[in-house]
């Protein structure tokens, strides 16, 4: 789960030589210039005249943290309820699509949702596989 915060959730590319943008959990990553913006910054200082597609970033790492907490509780409870987890890592890969398919949208990029497929792989691999092989 933490592993997540390490993998892109959307890798923007340009046309035009431009380099790409990376999207993660935690803000935008730029390499040239290099530069970074957490997500607290982002919602908070440069959300003027935004499309409202972006909306589903926070609301994709809000889901993500809410999986995280539901799977930490586990651990520490020692219950935990793996459908709510799964279904939370599923709504995040949902909405990082859809940020993915607004970026697109856009001319001369294309947006990437590397982190909506590792959502549903830790999903599955994770929390719904186990469920299936017990019967």
Do not use: H
């Not at 789960?1 to 431009?18: C, D, E, H, K, N």
Request: glycine share 8%; hydrophobic share 55%; net charge positive.
């Amino acid at each position: 789960m933490l592993a997540l915060l390490a993998v892109p959730w959307s890798i923007q590319t340009f046309t035009g030589g431009r380099p790409p943008t990376y999207v993660f959990a935690w803000g935008l990553l730029n390499t040239d210039p290099f530069g970074v913006a957490f997500l607290w910054d982002f919602l908070f200082r440069y959300t003027m005249g935004l499309p409202s597609y972006i909306l589903a970033w926070p609301l994709s790492v809000g889901c993500y943290l809410l999986a995280l907490a539901s799977a930490i509780a586990g651990r520490v409870v020692g219950r935990e309820d793996r459908r709510v987890t799964a279904g939370l890592l599923v709504a995040a890969a949902v909405a990082q699509m859809s940020l993915a398919r607004g970026f697109s949208f856009q001319p001369d990029r294309a947006a990437w949702p590397l982190g909506a497929v590792a959502c549903l792989v830790v999903a599955w691999v994770v929390y719904t596989r186990p469920f299936a092989e017990k019967g």
